[in-house]
C-alpha cells in the first residue's frame, strides 16, 4: 500500500535551516507530483511547495525564495530545504499527492514530522 514517510525536522532558532525528506513506497513514484504540506496549531493544512513528475515547482507565497522543493526518482524520495526560517513556520509537515496529482488524499496522510521555529 502507498507509504508517504517524512524525516527531518526539529528545533532551530528563527533564521536557521533545516531539511525535511519524504519516502515513498507502494506506488509508481515518477508519475505523480508530490507536495509538502504543513498544519500549524489551531489552523487548517495548507500546502508549502509541490514538485511535478517532470521537476516543475511551486511555492507558496509565504515560503517563496526560502524554501525549495527536490525529487530522486530513483530513490523515491522528496526533499524539502527550508532556510531562513521564521516563527510563523512552526507546524507540523507533511507529504502526499499534490493537486495536480488530485492530492491530497485521505489515506496518504503519514505521522509528520515536527518542525519548531524559536529564540
Known amino acids: 500500500q502507498v507509504q508517504l514517510v517524512e524525516s527531518g525536522g526539529g528545533s532551530v532558532q528563527p533564521g536557521g535551516s533545516l531539511r525535511l525528506s519524504c519516502a515513498a513506497s507502494?506506488?509508481?513514484?515518477?508519475?505523480?507530483?508530490i507536495g509538502w504540506y504543513r498544519q500549524a496549531p489551531g489552523k487548517q493544512r495548507e500546502l508549502v511547495a509541490g514538485?511535478?513528475?517532470?521537476?516543475?515547482?511551486n511555492y507558496a507565497d509565504s515560503v517563496k525564495g526560502r524554501f525549495s522543493i527536490s525529487r530522486d526518482n530513483a530513490k523515491n524520495t522528496v526533499a524539502l530545504q527550508m532556510n531562513s526560517l521564521k516563527p510563523e513556520d512552526t507546524a507540523v509537515y507533511y507529504c502526499?499527492?499534490?493537486?495536480?496529482?488530485?492530492?491530497?488524499?485521505?489515506?496518504?496522510w503519514g505521522q509528520g514530522t515536527q518542525v519548531t521555529v524559536s529564540s
Open positions: 502526499n499527492y499534490a493537486p495536480s496529482s488530485n492530492g491530497p488524499r485521505d489515506d496518504y
Open positions: 514538485i511535478s513528475s517532470i521537476g516543475n515547482t
Open positions: 507502494g506506488f509508481t513514484f515518477r508519475v505523480f507530483a
